[in-house]
């Protein structure tokens, strides 16, 4: 079974221009969510989409926006690039159930604003 | 607030020097505690789930167990290929929604 997969691997922006990101979850995950992760701050939530909706947000500011298709893929837009957005941004997909089920995270797009 | 609280923040281990990291947790409406490993350059691999107080699960060398305020991950015997960064994360219930909380890790290094 393939695993989360994330493209680009790696991306150059200078501040002000924009990116996105991309992120295809394992089949038959239904939940996707993003994550940014920097040596100083740790993982930290962005947000979670479900059946191509936004069910959860984390505390980012509008510069950050993500949508989810009907097959579940997954992107992420950042606009406006600042040099404090250089991290690596996780997806992470996982499957609805009565029990907590664990994220399967993909092994995320560096992005370094310079 | 909630938070989850992993100690220590570095550990070093010789190889075959036996050791628990720590994942210390205050939330309400624990609903699972979640272990991965992270290695360099690389997304968090899942290692275990724990669900309830009482709850163990092995995976080799690692053995993960949940109290009602904390988790162990215990590591056997540990060699250099479990050098990686190890993170908590505790799925929890309260204000109307799900929240996942994840804990800043352990690097863990292994020499030989």
């Known amino acids: ?114 | 607030e909630d938070q989850v609280t992993q100690s220590p923040e570095a550990l070093r281990l010789q190889e075959g020097e036996s050791s628990s990291l720590n994942c210390s947790y205050t939330v309400s409406g624990l609903r699972g505690l979640f272990w991965y490993r992270q290695d360099p350059g690389k997304g968090p691999e899942f290692l275990f789930t724990l669900y309830s107080a009482g709850e163990e699960k092995e995976k080799e060398r690692l053995k993960a167990t949940l109290t009602k305020k904390e988790s162990f991950l215990h590591i056997t015997a540990p060699k250099p290929e479990d050098s990686a960064t190890y993170l908590c994360a505790v799925q929890a219930w309260g204000g109307g929604s799900e929240k996942l909380v994840f804990g800043k890790g352990t690097k863990l290094t292994v020499n030989p």
């Open chain 1, 1 to 114: 079974k393939a695993g989360v997969t994330q493209t680009p691997r790696y991306l150059i922006k200078t501040r002000g221009q924009q990116v996105t990101l991309s992120c295809s979850p394992i089949s038959g995950h239904r939940s996707v969510s993003w994550y940014q992760q920097t040596p100083g701050q740790g993982l930290q939530f962005l947000f979670e989409y479900f059946s191509e909706t936004q069910r959860n947000k984390g505390n980012f500011p509008g510069r950050f926006s993500g949508r989810q298709f009907s097959n579940s893929r997954s992107e992420m837009n950042v606009s406006t690039l600042e040099l404090g957005d250089s991290a690596l941004y996780l997806c992470a997909s996982s499957r609805e159930g009565v029990r907590a089920s664990p994220l399967h995270f993909g092994n995320g797009t560096r992005l370094t604003v310079t």
